[in-house]
T-cell receptor, first 113, second 120 residues
Framework: RKEVEQDPGPFNVPEGATVAFNCTYSNSASQSFFWYRQDCRKEPKLLMSVYSSGNEDGRFTAQLNRASQYISLLIRDSKLSDSATYLCVVKPVANTGFQKLVFGTGTRLLVSP | DAGVIQSPRHEVTEMGQEVTLRCKPI?????LFWYRQTMMRGLELLIY????????DSGMPEDRFSAKMPNASFSTLKIQPSEPRDSAVYFCASSPREETGTHYSNQPQHFGDGTRLSIL
């Protein structure tokens, strides 16, 4: 089983739609979670961190469900510019020191006019 | 502000040749990461450094791959000899040190533009 699993999509939605992605992780001790965005042929960029109580940044809402070990990203009022691949990222907890981030393979979103 | 700088942007070479990828992290960042991205496997961490010291190289595929960080502003990833299955996009990323008193990652990783490597 992969450490971080995502539906690859693509999710095809019209402008203005609401779309949600889920991501599951296998390490129950993981403590840090993020969503990164990657445009076609570009580098990944941090979209938002995911906090235990859930958090919102404009049209984007991220939530964490520790019991079920999944993270979600909700995008409201989709824009054409939201078309990208969304990477779910998990950092396994470490007793000491820093540990690597584990990236999902990404969910592709296509927003059409 | 200058971001993470990678070179070359594109590299096409024949199998068996040595390939050297270069990275200049953001000034002041303590951590440097090398990733490889393919359609099949996504983004995979190859190795990372903390203060120029390699910390975890468990992701390096085999002995043909090596990475160095001779100083805080420069790192290389070398493949020798290269093989067609090494074709991928290679990203370098850097991040600042973690804030003290936390056990979680609160610093984002900043990625370079990547090197698109094709081994014929």
């Amino acid at each position: 089983r992969k450490e971080v699993e995502q539906d690859p999509g693509p999710f095809n939605v019209p402008e203005g739609a609401t779309v949600a992605f889920n991501c599951t992780y296998s390490n129950s001790a993981s403590q840090s979670f993020f969503w990164y965005r990657q445009d076609c042929r570009k580098e990944p960029k941090l979209l938002m961190s995911v906090y235990s109580s859930g958090n919102e940044d404009g049209r984007f809402t991220a939530q964490l469900n520790r019991a079920s070990q999944y993270i979600s990203l909700l995008i409201r009022d989709s824009k054409l510019s939201d078309s990208a691949t969304y990477l779910c990222v998990v950092k396994p907890v470490a007793n000491t020191g820093f540990q690597k981030l584990v990236f999902g393979t990404g969910t592709r979103l296509l927003v059409s006019p | 502000d200058a971001g993470v700088i990678q070179s070359p942007r594109h590299e096409v070479t024949e199998m068996g040749q040595e390939v050297t990828l270069r990275c200049k992290p953001i000034s002041g960042h303590d951590y440097l990461f090398w990733y490889r991205q393919t359609m099949m496997r996504g983004l995979e961490l190859l190795i990372y450094f903390n203060n120029n010291v390699p910390i975890d190289d468990s992701g390096m595929p085999e002995d043909r791959f090596s990475a160095k960080m001779p100083n805080a502003s420069f790192s290389t990833l070398k493949i020798q000899p290269s093989e067609p299955r090494d074709s991928a996009v290679y990203f370098c990323a850097s991040s600042p040190r973690e804030e003290t008193g936390t056990h979680y990652s609160n610093q984002p990783q900043h990625f370079g533009d990547g090197t698109r490597l094709s081994i014929l």
